[in-house]
């Protein structure tokens, strides 16, 4: 077989690239970066459903990839092993945000938190006034899920997942809350 005329620089494998990237070469960790990342951007939209959060988990995985490598034993593929530590990331960033949720909130009772004052007043002389006294006068839960429907407009799942109930009880709270509303401006 004839020799090459010069030189052929072939780029290095994945595998290659993960020992130099665990052996702190930052060079070999940009190449799985890139090779990786729309994989797992993808994985954390899908979680999250949000794509400025997603961004912003795609980097911790990534950060956290870098500070663990040294922990990737080769027991399965990279790939397989990024896609756990991202699905982690994700799971435990849910998890402290229950946990803060919890800590600041007590549940779907607080209405503290939201506000309905910035939605726009209706046209007919005086309604504004009895729509707004009826909405205070809401119990709270019903009053936190009717804000964040009727006035924010966040759709059930949304609510749910904000308030860690189900899609449901949000349409159960929605529909005591339009009732209660109904009766109080029937008055």
Same mark, same amino acid.
């Given at each position: ?18 020992? %130099? ?5 930052? /060079?070999?960790? #940009? /190449?799985?970066?890139?090779?990786? *990342?729309?994989?797992?951007?993808? %994985? ?6 949000? /794509?400025? @959060? ?8 990534? *950060?956290?990839?870098?500070?663990? =490598? ?5 027991? $399965?593929?990279?790939?397989?092993? +990024?896609? @756990?530590?991202?699905?982690? *990331?994700? %799971? ?9 949720? &919890? /800590?600041?909130? &007590?549940?779907?009772? &607080?209405?503290?938190?939201? $506000?309905? $004052?910035?939605? @726009? ?5 005086? =309604? $504004?006034?009895?729509? #707004? ?14 804000? +964040?429907?009727? *006035? ?25 809350? @339009?009732?209660? %509303?109904?009766?109080? =401006?029937?008055?």
């Amino acid at each position: 077989m004839q020799a090459l005329p010069h030189p052929v620089t072939l780029s290095p494998s994945l595998s290659d690239d993960v020992a %130099l990237a665990a052996q702190g070469d930052r /060079r070999a960790f #940009e /190449r799985l970066y890139r090779a990786h *990342v729309d994989k797992i951007f993808t %994985l954390c939209a899908r979680m999250v459903g949000e /794509r400025m @959060r997603a961004e912003e988990l795609t980097q911790d995985v990534f *950060v956290r990839a870098w500070d663990k =490598l040294a922990q990737f034993r080769g027991d $399965s593929a990279f790939g397989t092993w +990024l896609h @756990r530590l991202a699905v982690n *990331v994700v %799971l435990n960033d849910r998890q402290a945000e229950r946990r803060q949720r &919890d /800590r600041h909130d &007590d549940g779907i009772e &607080d209405m503290d938190a939201i $506000s309905y $004052s910035d939605a @726009r007043p209706l046209p007919v002389p005086g =309604l $504004s006034l009895d729509l #707004e006294a009826a909405i205070a006068a809401l119990p709270a839960g019903a009053k936190k899920v009717f804000v +964040l429907h009727d *006035v924010e407009g966040y759709t059930h799942e949304e609510i749910a997942a904000m308030l860690g109930v189900t899609a449901g009880g949000c349409k159960a709270q929605l529909h005591r809350a @339009r009732m209660l %509303l109904r009766e109080a =401006l029937n008055r």
